[in-house]
């Protein structure tokens, strides 16, 4: 198995803990922010930043859907860690200063991948959906910190 890994990032006009607060509410934030790929979502202890648990299927593409179960812990500063408990996906969310008043966000996202040919296309085409889905998170967190 190999590792995949998928990154994608935007800069706000917005202070990074604005920015970061948005995205630690995992209760009434997070939800405005899911495009069309994710469905049942719903969380299930805490619900802003570390020790919230998050449930969501995500559908990657036409007949892949993940049902995952996500912990999420804050290992330092504007860093929120999603730790799957139902596969290897780990997905990480910083904020970071850009400029006056500007925050950037990195979300990167690993998982083992498959092997064989399965796993070369895994590895080749599952990061570019999943970025296209992050930008859309991305996009969609613009309109929450303006």
């Known amino acids: 198995m190999g590792q995949v890994n998928a990154t994608t990032e935007r800069v706000y006009q917005a ?9 630690a509410d995992y209760t009434v934030t997070r939800p405005k922010l ?7 979502y ?7 930043g570390a020790g919230t648990k998050v ?4 559908q990657a593409t036409e007949k892949r859907v993940r049902d995952c179960l996500f ?11 999603e730790t799957d408990a139902n596969s290897s996906m780990v997905i990480t969310w910083t904020v970071t200063t850009a400029g006056d008043n500007q925050a950037k966000v990195v979300i990167e996202t690993t998982w083992q991948g498959a092997t064989g040919i399965g796993g070369f296309f895994e590895r ?6 999943l970025n296209r889905i992050h ?4 996009a ?3 309109d929450e910190v303006k």
């Open 15 to 23: 202070s990074p803990e604005r920015v970061y607060e948005a995205l």
């Open 55 to 58: 449930h969501w299927k995500l």
């Open 42 to 48: 719903e969380v299930e202890a805490g619900g802003t």
């Open 71 to 81: 912990t999420v812990t804050e290992p330092s500063p504007r860093k929120l860690v």
């Open 135 to 138: 930008d859309s998170v991305l």
């Open 34 to 40: 899911l495009p069309a790929q994710y469905s049942e």
């Open 140 to 142: 969609r967190l613009a």
């Open 124 to 129: 080749t085409f599952a990061p570019k959906g």
